[in-house]
Nanobody, 133 residues
Framework: QIQLVESGGALVQSGGSLRLSCAVSEVTLDDYTRYDIAWFRQAPGKELEGVACIGDYTRGPYIADSVKGRFMISRDDAVKKVYLHMTGLKPEDTATYFC???????????????????????WGQGTQVTVSS
């Protein structure tokens, strides 16, 4: 089964930038390119929020309105990683960030959204992002 490991979380000042990585394993490269991968985040005391997702190159990525214009998602198929590029970070971006995928190859990411956990049932352990004011 596909496995996911996040990295890149850190403590940064408001206005700073970070790049989170989601390393994908236990799938062939060919299969990896067909998996939709998403980023979610959960702040203390708040519900899980879908931040961004990306599918294959025939479909555009989804970016949540709350981060549009500041965050981007990309994938590097050569190394089987999906990245969340975060700029203009704000204290309200403080959260644990998770990458997630369906447990089978399917279309789970739509450019128009919404991004929900419905089809995402394989999760990484999370990486902490803290933005100081």
């Amino acid at each position: 089964q596909i496995q996911l490991v996040e990295s890149g979380g850190a403590l940064v000042q408001s206005g700073g930038s970070l790049r989170l990585s989601c390393a994908v394993s236990e799938v062939t490269l060919d299969d990896y390119t067909r998996y939709d991968i998403a980023w979610f985040r959960q702040a203390p005391g708040k519900e899980l929020e879908g931040v961004a997702c990306i599918g294959d190159y025939t479909r555009g990525p989804y970016i949540a309105d709350s981060v549009k214009g500041r965050f981007m998602i990309s994938r590097d198929d050569a190394v089987k990683k999906v990245y969340l590029h975060m700029t203009g970070l704000k204290p309200e971006d403080t959260a644990t960030y998770f990458c997630a995928a369906p447990d089978t190859i399917m279309v789970a990411c739509y450019a128009a959204g919404p991004l929900t956990t419905t089809w995402y049932n394989v999760w990484g352990q999370g990486t902490q992002v803290t933005v100081s004011s």
